[in-house]
């Protein structure tokens, strides 16, 4: 009786965190072929809800917090976005948002990190966010 509450505990724990980190899908992006990079009131209104859905009703902590959000440099290829978020007490927090599935994901830093390469993979310059706060990427 032991021996089966054990396999049956055991089987639910490796179940329960095999599927608390599950697979993001990222298509392959593509390049921008433009010269320039286009941020119009779209992708503005993109990056609002995003700092929005964490920050919602705390002006005082979004201006001493430092935010960074990633997407594909093509315009036409922005459906998967990636936000960190650095605040006063140096804790951080990421943020992963698909437009066309309208959906955000609570993430940790190891995912942000694993993500972060596929989603600026096409940009020319992979170390400057598509936008920020309280951030000097020189």
């Keep these: 009786m032991k021996l089966n509450l054990y396999t ?4 639910c724990l490796c179940f329960f965190v095999s599927t608390s980190n599950a697979e993001i899908s990222i298509k ?5 072929q433009n010269n320039y990079i286009i941020f119009d009131e779209y992708d503005a209104n993109i990056a609002e809800k995003i700092i929005d859905y964490k920050l ?7 201006e001493n917090s430092i935010i960074k959000i990633f997407t594909n440099e093509n315009s036409e290829d922005r459906n998967d976005w990636l936000a960190s978020f650095l605040f006063d007490d140096q804790t951080e927090q990421y943020l992963f948002y698909q437009v066309d599935q309208d959906e ?3 993430i940790d830093k190891k995912q942000f990190e694993t993500l972060l390469p596929k989603i600026v993979e096409c940009n020319q310059n992979k170390q400057t966010p598509i936008y920020s706060e309280n951030f000097d990427a020189d």
Aim: with cysteine; aromatic share 10%.
């Design 104 to 106: 955000f994901i609570e």
């Design 8 to 11: 049956i505990v055991l089987f």
């Design 28 to 32: 392959k992006c593509q390049s921008n």
């Design 56 to 62: 919602r009703d705390q002006p005082e902590v979004r």
